[in-house]
């Protein structure tokens, strides 16, 4: 089965088409969304509907951070990010409100973990920023295999045999063989607002018969996205971020 990963969509509708499009064309028959669904972006409520649709259906989705944010739980961002929930919060119907207040900290598929942050601390959404941090979220679960979010760039690390987490940098569009007798964590990168200098949507498809995870970058109409984040009077800089991918 071919499983298709999302995360950090921040209400990015053109980011989301762009991937779930790109995802169908390599005939993905499952969905998994890590997380921060809105947040940034102009298209909350399309971005929570299209997700909403596709849980229907069977996909598997967490709450991040922006998520709990938009419903005034915790102090989960900060400076122009506040406006953005605050904006947010307002705009999204009761119903897409209840959407997100009902999504899990984790979903655990058989050996496989899903989670917006580390699996070490997930309430507290810490992000997984080198191999230390790689370790503390490996070792805190049995699973072979866990998907993580929220770094907004995409990493692959996996537990040595002397206990120490290892790094590696992906190739977008490469297979990478990631067989269960380790246990690997991957960072699938941002859909919406990717910050590694590179304005394409970030994701990541993972094949559970080949045991295979492949990173990918998709091109999307980020110019229009990044006028309807002006048109709707947000900051400039979640603009900017679109523009350059910082």
């Not at 998520?67 to 705009?91: F, I, M, P, Q, Y």
């Not at 080198?130 to 770094?151: N, P, Y």
Request: charged share 25%.
């Amino acid at each position: 089965m071919l499983v298709a990963i999302l995360s950090d969509i921040h209400a990015n509708r053109e980011a989301l088409d762009a991937c779930l499009r790109h995802a169908k064309e390599r005939g993905a028959e499952q969905y998994a969304f890590l997380g921060d669904l809105v947040g940034y972006g102009a298209d909350p409520g399309a971005v929570i509907d299209r997700v909403q649709e596709l849980a229907a259906a069977g996909a598997w989705v967490v709450v991040g951070n922006h998520d709990r944010g938009v419903l005034g739980e915790g102090d989960a961002t900060d400076g122009d990010a506040k406006v953005a929930v605050a904006w947010t919060r307002e705009v999204l119907s009761a119903s897409q409100h209840q959407f997100l207040d009902g999504l899990p900290l984790t979903a655990r598929v058989e050996r496989l973990l899903l989670v917006h942050s580390s699996a070490s601390k997930p309430h507290e959404f810490p992000y997984v920023r080198g191999s230390e941090a790689a370790r503390e979220s490996l070792k805190a679960t049995d699973a072979t295999h866990t998907f993580v979010g929220h770094m907004h760039e995409q990493r692959l690390y996996y537990l040595g045999a002397d206990a120490r987490a290892y790094t590696f940098v992906p190739t977008p569009g490469v297979a990478i063989p990631v067989a269960p007798h380790r246990r690997w964590l991957v960072v699938v990168g941002s859909v919406g607002q990717p910050r590694d200098r590179d304005n394409t949507a970030a994701y990541v498809t993972f094949d559970t018969s080949k045991r295979q995870v492949a990173f990918h970058r998709v091109p999307y109409d980020w110019e229009h996205a990044a006028a309807r984040i002006r048109k709707a009077g947000l900051p400039d800089f979640f603009a900017q971020r679109l523009e350059h991918g910082i």
